[in-house]
């Protein structure tokens, strides 16, 4: 089955500067790769995603980029700020699914310092 | 707004007992829930596929006769955790999307499950 690998486990940066997370997957079948926001205590929120047929897509402050040859996919955060600080996850899904079948990485501790 | 709805947010068992943790969508139907838990400082895994009006399609190492799921109605699904343990304590969060596949994945708010 699809697996999915996420580095940093922690990352620490400065307001201000970028942060960049990676995930790489095991099945080249998976079309959907959202990423997820994840505050102490409370449920993931989706903060972009992108699909198979697109190489990148971005959202303001936040990017993500897909590599299908390599199989991975990067998260970019331009311009942190300190309520960027939580856990970040990444997933696949795998294409025989219904589209709400995720398999996530291992998750980023994001921290912004002022 | 949120438009997948979870209960209880949090529960607190003795060993031994079951706990029944609900999953509804408010807007739309979901032929298809699924069901994930999180270990403090883990990632979320999937525990099961939730089908209406069928049976739930359990990940490997999952003991479906101890994570009872129960899809009676396009719009609640149920995780009954039976005969629960201390290592049983965890975050659950269900998840549901509509039936249009290009719809993001919505997450209910997780219930927090302590066995003492």
């Known amino acids: 089955g699809e697996n999915v690998e996420q580095h940093p486990s922690t990352l620490s940066v400065q307001e201000g500067d970028s942060a960049v997370i990676k995930c790489t997957y095991s099945d080249s079948a998976s079309n959907y790769f959202p990423w997820y926001k994840q505050e102490l205590g409370k449920r993931p929120q989706l903060i972009i995603d992108i699909r198979s047929n697109v190489g990148e897509k971005k959202d303001q402050r936040i990017a993500v980029t897909l590599n299908k040859t390599a199989k991975h996919f990067s998260l970019h955060i331009t311009e942190t700020q300190p309520e960027d600080s939580a856990v970040y996850f990444c997933a696949a899904s795998p294409p025989y699914n219904q589209g709400g079948k995720l398999i996530f990485g291992q998750g980023t501790e994001l921290s912004v310092k002022p | 707004g949120a438009v997948v709805s979870q209960h209880p947010s949090w529960v607190i068992c003795k060993s031994g007992t079951s706990v029944k943790i609900e999953c509804r969508s408010l807007d739309f139907q979901a032929t298809t829930m699924f069901w994930y838990r999180q270990f403090p400082k883990q990632s979320l895994m999937l525990m099961a596929t939730s089908n209406e009006g069928s049976k739930a399609t359990y990940e490997q190492g999952v003991e479906k006769d101890k994570f009872l799921i129960n899809h009676a109605s396009l719009t609640l699904s149920t995780l009954t955790v039976t005969s629960a343990h201390p290592e049983d304590s965890s975050f659950y969060i269900c998840?549901?999307?509509?039936?249009?596949?290009?719809?993001?994945?919505?997450f209910g708010n997780g219930t927090r499950l302590t066995v003492t």
């Open positions: 998840s549901a999307n509509r039936e249009d596949r290009n719809s993001p994945l919505h």
